[in-house]
């Protein structure tokens, strides 16, 4: 059974201590990011197409298909403040998670990779305190969707670690 150890990833280390606010979200982010990739590798198809709790919508090729959109959503419809900005999977809720059947994960990982290095170019170009407008009017600074969004890649690597561990039974974080 695959162990702890074998989530180790010369792409993946904790942020330093030390680092600046700036470069400590941005570090955290990456890790997160990466986190996400890590999880899904080493299964088929099958296997990240799994959605072993039967009361869940989730799973590994899902995640990563919900990642891209939030991506897309806070770092440009809402920094860039342009709400008209489509969605990748289609307009229902959740239809990133479900159906999978047709979904390739190959071409669905380069889509989050595509999202992920859109989102660093938008954010290279502001400062935390820039800020960008949701739909309902209200003003979220940079500063807060990097807070934001490793809260939500924490939130939904804890998914994958479950789900990892359920469909082959490899332990990480």
């Given at each position: 059974?695959?162990?702890?150890?074998?989530?180790?990833?010369?792409?993946?280390?904790?942020?330093?201590?030390?680092?600046?606010?700036?470069?400590?979200?941005?570090?955290?982010?990456?890790?997160?990011?990466?986190?996400?990739?890590?999880?899904?590798?080493?299964?088929?198809?099958?296997?990240?197409?799994?959605?072993?709790?039967?009361?869940?919508?989730?799973?590994?090729?899902?995640?990563?298909?919900?990642?891209?959109?939030?991506?897309?959503?806070?770092?440009?419809?809402?920094?860039?403040?342009?709400?008209?900005?489509?969605?990748i999977?289609?307009?229902?809720?959740?239809?990133?998670?479900?159906?999978?059947d047709?979904?390739?994960?190959?071409?669905?990982?380069?889509?989050?990779?595509g999202?992920?290095?859109?989102?660093?170019?938008?954010?290279?170009?502001?400062?935390?305190?820039?800020?960008?407008?949701?739909?309902?009017?209200?003003?979220?600074?940079?500063?807060?969707?990097?807070?934001?969004?490793?809260?939500?890649?924490a939130?939904?690597?804890?998914?994958?670690?479950?789900?990892?561990?359920l469909?082959?039974?490899?332990?990480?974080?």
């Amino acid at each position: 059974m695959p162990s702890v150890g074998d989530m180790q990833s010369a792409r993946r280390s904790e942020p330093a201590y030390s680092l600046d606010d700036r470069a400590m979200l941005e570090a955290w982010l990456e890790f997160h990011r990466t986190t996400l990739e890590l999880k899904c590798e080493g299964l088929d198809d099958a296997g990240r197409k799994a959605r072993p709790v039967a009361t869940s919508n989730l799973s590994l090729h899902g995640l990563v298909r919900h990642m891209a959109e939030v991506e897309r959503n806070w770092f440009q419809r809402v920094l860039l403040s342009a709400p008209d900005t489509p969605p990748i999977y289609g307009p229902e809720d959740d239809i990133e998670l479900v159906p999978l059947d047709d979904a390739d994960f190959d071409t669905d990982l380069a889509t989050f990779r595509g999202e992920c290095e859109r989102s660093r170019e938008i954010a290279r170009e502001r400062e935390l305190t820039d800020s960008g407008v949701r739909r309902d009017g209200e003003v979220v600074p940079l500063r807060w969707i990097y807070v934001h969004m490793i809260e939500e890649y924490a939130r939904h690597n804890g998914h994958a670690d479950l789900i990892r561990e359920l469909v082959d039974g490899s332990v990480g974080w």
